[in-house]
């Protein structure tokens, strides 16, 4: 069955007879009057910090371990210890307080990135490595932690994570580019800076993002039932706030709150008997997210790293046709572009849902195909066509990611949203760990045959 613009949550195309530029000021102007600023403040800092040491360690991949290796090496380090943590993680991490998370998060990944700055280009990348294991373990576990927070803040605070993941990534890329090829400081110099940044997530955790709905949480676990009247009130009481949003431009849009999202955002989490609790009852769960969910963003997030990690280090033109003076800057300027891409559709939630994950998923696997052929056969006659399409790379995964999420808001119970937002979080690490393996035979495979058909860029590039 079709879906009109205002049912779908999408806001009609220019020019199409549904448009108006007074539906689009409604709006956003509905937006806006829903929006708590702490609350998209701290979630979009959560998602900018959690991910951004994840970008500069991917953008400096080449760097770390130069051509002799592999850049999925660096890839599985920085994902492997994430998704164990995801598949593992949401199993028993609600028995930790969230307040106890930040500073083990914060702990690991600054350890992680001091270990990496400080390890000299002498020593065995395995070192290097073990740095880039201890901020991955940091960012696999803040990202179950965060999407599970969102269940106590609604529909804004999830989108404000998408759109402070997306900013990570061109921050990220963009932070390492300028440091290195704008600023010229060195490769040691630019990740003992990055080591710094977690410390912005204390920030927006104890001193921005409010606590009241936590707080409420505990307490209605532990309080007698006598208090229900009280409760009830609030409820009544942020119902009929929700009440002013006009309902004829805002009630079909995501971040537009329903009086169920509003309340779950501001109550309890849900006391479930022992029985749902169980280890059984979460894996029966996780199963059936498995389709719906988890494998579109398996399948697009498999493709796009395996083009990132895989394929784009020998996507090289000569250097008087390109932007560049040296080979090495291929790399990460193509890392710039993706993210992008990411930051755009991850940030577009509020007017551009795509509900069949499908589609988008595979038109990543086309681009694999597409650029694994060109690194081959060298028929896109000029970078700049790469350019856009690592842009339109980035734009696929970044909607995906957000959209994959953005469904299971509203298409799961509310009991089971919180488990179902951090088990799904598995997929994308999930898909990163298979596009590492693919990856690394895949980089060295395209090397070799460039090398052989008189294309030796790739044997060119050095460690910084």
């Known amino acids: 069955m079709n879906r009109s613009p205002s049912s779908s949550g999408l806001l009609p195309l220019p020019g199409a007879p ?21 609350v998209f403040v701290a979630f979009w800092l959560f998602g900018l910090i959690n991910n951004v040491l994840y970008v500069i360690i991917l953008s400096a991949a080449q760097d770390l371990v130069g051509n002799g290796i592999p850049k999925g090496v660096v890839l599985l380090a920085d994902v492997m210890p994430s998704f164990l943590t ?4 949401p199993y028993f991490i609600h028995r930790v307080p969230y307040a106890t998370r930040i500073f083990i998060f914060v702990a690991l990944s600054s350890a992680g990135m001091l270990l990496i700055a400080f390890t000299p280009p002498s020593q065995s990348v395995a070192v290097k490595l073990i740095g880039v294991g201890l901020s991955s373990i940091s960012s696999g576990g803040g990202e179950l ?6 269940h106590y803040y609604g529909h804004m605070s999830l989108a404000a994570w998408g759109s402070g993941t997306g900013g990570a990534g061109l921050i990220g890329s963009l932070l390492y580019v300028m440091l290195t090829d704008w600023i010229g400081l060195s490769v040691k110099t630019s990740l003992l800076a990055s080591a710094f940044l977690p410390i912005i997530m204390l920030v927006s955790f104890f001193l921005i993002l409010p606590h009241g709905p936590l707080r409420t949480s505990a307490r209605k676990t532990y309080e007698p039932i006598a208090n229900r009247d009280s409760f009830q009130e609030e409820r009544e009481g942020v119902e009929d706030n929700i009440g002013d949003i006009p309902t004829s431009t805002a009630s079909s849009s995501l971040l537009a709150p329903g009086p169920a999202v509003a309340a779950t955002a501001y109550s309890s989490h849900p006391t479930e008997d022992a029985r749902k ?15 719906p969910y ?5 399948l697009v997030y498999i493709a796009e790293y395996t083009i990132n990690q895989g394929v784009s280090p020998t996507l090289l033109f000569p250097l008087d046709s390109s932007p560049f003076t040296e080979f090495r800057s291929f790399y990460p300027f193509y890392g710039f572009l993706y993210q992008v891409g990411v930051f755009i559709s991850r940030s577009s939630i509020a007017f551009i849902r795509i509900h069949h994950l499908y589609l988008p998923s ?3 696997v086309a681009n694999l195909v597409l650029l694994t052929l060109h690194a081959l056969f060298d028929f896109i006659p000029s970078v700049y066509i790469v350019f856009v399409i690592i842009f339109w790379e980035g734009l696929l995964g970044g909607g995906v990611y957000v959209n994959t999420f953005a469904e299971i808001m509203e298409n799961v119970p509310a009991e089971d949203r919180e488990f179902s937002l951090s088990a799904t979080s598995v997929s994308d690490s999930g898909g990163i760990c298979v596009a590492g393996f693919l990856s690394m035979a895949m980089e060295v495979w395209l ?3 460039q090398v052989d058909h008189g294309r030796d860029w790739c044997r060119r590039i050095k460690a910084g």
């Open 145 to 150: 932690s965060f999407l599970g927070l969102t």
């Open 277 to 291: 609790d169980s280890l059984a009852a979460k894996i029966r769960r996780s199963k059936s997210l498995f389709f």
């Open 447 to 449: 090397c070799n045959w």
């Open 18 to 38: 549904s448009s108006s530029w007074a539906l689009y000021r409604a709006r956003l102007s509905s937006l806006l009057q829903s929006v708590d600023t702490a």
């Open 362 to 364: 595979l038109l990543q």
């Open 294 to 298: 988890m494998l579109p963003l398996l």
């Open 86 to 89: 995801k598949l593992v993680a």
